[in-house]
């Protein structure tokens, strides 16, 4: 069935780095968008990132532009979000979402990961 | 960038009730909107995209409308399974969500 499995959350200190990881399955990965949003705790959801079909067409909210970089491997099925330089307001669940396109524009997101769950604390 | 309100942001209400939620989008978004539902410690399911399309499997007691920068979700006769935070997002311009609407037990 159609499967996204987020892993690589945990606690980090402030200024730390860490890599989260979305395992796509039962669909063509290479066929589509993927993002990834975030959840503090108690509070909503927020968009963090989207990466399209290349590298060329990645995508940041302002909160984390310059810190986190979103990439994507398609011959593994994987999604990756690097968090470098992490704050204490980055810890939440993390999502990954994927999303269909053509070429009238994105689908919304239609399938979802359980999420991961990062902790920014010294 | 486009910012979305939602309202209520609690609503109280009961089994067989109609339920009405409104989202606003600072500018027109066309009809580029989508709603989600998220029960405690679940990810996000989408019930319905581009304003008004129902995703396959929900139910039909489910509807969205609107278009431009005002928009509803209409739940016709609230379920027991229904309780739960509701989202509304833009998809025209970047992605943004909405602050909720949580569905709780009056």
């Known amino acids: 069935q159609v499967q996204l499995v987020e892993s690589g959350g945990g606690v980090v200190q402030p200024g730390r780095s860490l890599r989260l990881s979305c395992a796509a399955s039962?669909?063509?990965?290479?066929?589509?968008?993927m993002h990834w949003v975030r959840q503090a705790p108690g509070k909503g959801l927020e968009w963090v990132a989207v990466?399209?079909?290349?590298?060329?067409?990645?995508y940041y909210a302002d909160s984390v532009r310059g810190r986190f970089t979103i990439s994507r491997d398609n011959s593994k099925n994987t999604l990756y979000l690097q968090m470098d330089s992490l704050r204490a307001e980055d810890t939440g669940d993390y999502y990954c979402?994927?999303?269909?396109?053509?070429?009238?524009?994105?689908?919304?997101?239609?399938?979802w990961g359980h999420g991961t769950t990062v902790t920014v604390s010294s | 960038d486009i910012q979305m309100t939602q309202s209520p942001s609690t609503l109280a209400t009961s089994v067989g009730d109609r339920v009405t939620i409104t989202c606003r989008a600072s500018?027109?978004?066309?009809?580029?909107l989508a709603w989600y539902q998220q029960k405690p410690g679940k990810a996000p399911k989408l019930l319905i995209s581009?304003?008004?399309t129902l995703e396959g499997g929900v139910p039909s007691r489910f509807s969205g409308s609107g278009s431009g920068t005002e928009f509803t979700l209409t739940i016709s006769s609230l379920q027991p399974d229904d309780f739960a935070i509701y989202y509304c997002?833009?998809?025209?311009?970047?992605?943004?969500f909405g602050p909720g609407t949580k569905v709780e037990i009056k």
């Open positions: 997002q833009q998809y025209i311009n970047s992605w943004t």
């Open positions: 039962g669909f063509t990965f290479s066929d589509y968008g």
């Open positions: 979402a994927r999303f269909y396109y053509d070429d009238n524009g994105p689908f919304a997101m239609d399938v």
């Open positions: 990466m399209w079909f290349d590298a060329d067409h990645r």
């Open positions: 581009k304003a008004s």
């Open positions: 500018q027109d978004i066309s009809t580029w």
